[in-house]
């Protein structure tokens, strides 16, 4: 995926020296210019229409995008996760939830206010600490804590599904949706808390407004 990328880029950079160029003999190549247009437009959509939904293997092991941080970023939620406790009595970790959608989805969301077929979302933890702040109250991200995806995909029997990555230092490349117990909460969760679909639009405020404006939050948003 990054190579194809690459070299998307580089055409486009060419297609974008070579307009200049032939531009100045206009006159004398006009054919040759238009063919040359041609094959940068399907150069450049091509680049535009690249498939940036979730990946598979065996059909539903979800396959971690190593280039999720170059998405769509979302929002980023503080203290919100599911964890109770951690070991003992002790008190979960303080963490920042960073939140990312495929561009693709973004822009269909944008245009809608729904979120289309083949949407993957990752959220990724991170320790927060008060120690790099410059002031007593302020909180810092610091080192990954924890990887989890979301997806909405109609090869699934509930359209959606969740994924666990796992924590730092043990990150999965491939993993199975969760099932069962494992996934009952997540369900519960963004089923009767969540603004538009099953996403928490309400804590993304440019999306929210978008929502609002197509008609597609739930009741009582």
Known sequence: MHLV????????????????????????????IVAFVAVCAVVIQAQDDEYDGPNYVDET???????????????????????????????????????????????????????????????ELRRAISDASINATGRTQSELFFLEAEVKDSRFPDGWAFFNFGPAGSIRDTVAPLEGDQVAPCVKCHT??????????????????????????????
């Open 61 to 123: 092991n979800l396959i971690l995008p190593d280039d999720y941080r170059e998405w769509i970023f979302l929002s980023a939620g503080f203290n919100m996760t599911y964890l109770e406790e951690t070991q003992g009595n002790q008190a979960p970790p303080d963490l920042f939830q960073n939140v990312f959608v495929n561009r693709s989805s973004y822009r269909y969301f944008m245009e809608t206010g729904t979120w289309p077929d083949q949407t993957i979302f990752v959220l």
């Open 192 to 221: 009767e808390h969540t603004a538009a679909e099953r996403t928490f639009v309400q804590f993304y405020p440019t999306l929210y407004e978008v929502a609002k404006s197509k008609g597609t939050l739930k009741p009582g948003f």
């Open 5 to 32: 990328r690459r070299v998307h880029s580089h055409l486009k950079e060419r297609c974008a020296e070579g307009l200049i160029l032939m531009s100045r003999v206009m006159g004398v190549l006009g054919v040759s």
